[in-house]
């Protein structure tokens, strides 16, 4: 393909290692947002323990 007197040279390897790459990148970025909700999950956890054992330590 010709661009202003320039030769553009689209290598269709090169598209499939940037879609690729682009994938992984979401598939990551999904992840690290399970593990954030996962973790937030865990501390509601601890504090609910905490404060139910602590009401049963003070009665």
Same mark, same amino acid.
């Given at each position: &393909?010709?661009? !202003?007197?320039?030769? #553009?040279?689209?290598?269709?390897? @090169?598209? @499939?290692?940037? =879609?690729?790459?682009?994938?992984?990148?979401?598939? =990551?970025?999904?992840? *690290? &947002?399970?593990?954030?909700e996962? #973790?937030?999950?865990?501390? &509601?956890?601890? *504090?609910?323990? *905490?404060?139910?054992? !602590? *009401?049963?330590?003070?009665?």
């Open positions: &393909m010709k661009f !202003g007197g320039l030769c #553009v040279c689209v290598c269709v390897s @090169d598209i @499939d290692q940037q =879609e690729k790459r682009l994938e992984e990148e979401e598939a =990551e970025a999904q992840l *690290n &947002m399970e593990l954030t996962e #973790v937030a999950h865990a501390k &509601m956890a601890r *504090n609910l323990r *905490n404060k139910i054992h !602590g *009401n049963c330590i003070d009665k």
